[in-house]
């Protein structure tokens, strides 16, 4: 039934329902996954972990009324997540987690290092599912966007402009949504 709904309504039920939350994270691993590469690969694992706990944040915090659409409000959360990870690391500051960052994970089951290196390996198949369902122009555009690049950035990067890519990215996410809806 969840896979139904979409990510505002995912949002709003994962508050009190772990399999909608549970849902929400499997759609946006992907995001979570190509934003830590992006930043640095070195520390993929801890931006990643970081990312998805952005997006818990983001289905804890989200409201509709202000106005954005789920995805862009989680991709804001995810990459700031990532980014105040970053500072931290490079503070060379070796800060405890506070109580509300630690209980994030509801599933402490997600941070055994076993369980991690099968995540990455689940989204390294999502990546490589993606790269070839997309077009080459599919696939930057949304490379790009998933690291937070406005679609005006986007098209001056490729020569494009931001109707192009707007066009690009939506049929990349209506292939991506057709193709990993299924797995």
Known sequence: ??????????????????????????????????????????????????GMMGCVAAAKTYNAEKGAGFATYANRCIKNRMINAIKKLDSDKAEPLDEETEN???????????????????????????????????????????????????????GMSAKQVNNAMQRARKKLRAELGNI
Do not use: H
């Open 104 to 158: 994030m994970c509801a599933d402490k089951s997600e941070l055994i290092p076993y369980n991690i290196v099968e995540q990455k390996e689940q989204v390294a198949e999502l990546v490589r599912k993606a790269a070839t369902l997309l077009s080459n122009t599919e696939w930057r555009v949304f490379r790009l966007f998933s690291v937070g690049l406005s679609y005006e950035a986007i098209g001056a990067e490729l």
């Open 1 to 50: 039934m969840a896979k139904e709904l979409s990510d505002e309504e995912l949002a709003v039920l994962s508050r009190t329902d772990k399999a909608a939350m549970n849902e929400l994270l499997s759609r946006y691993k992907f995001v979570a996954s190509a934003k830590a590469w992006a930043i640095s690969p070195e520390y993929y694992e801890d931006l990643f972990q970081e």
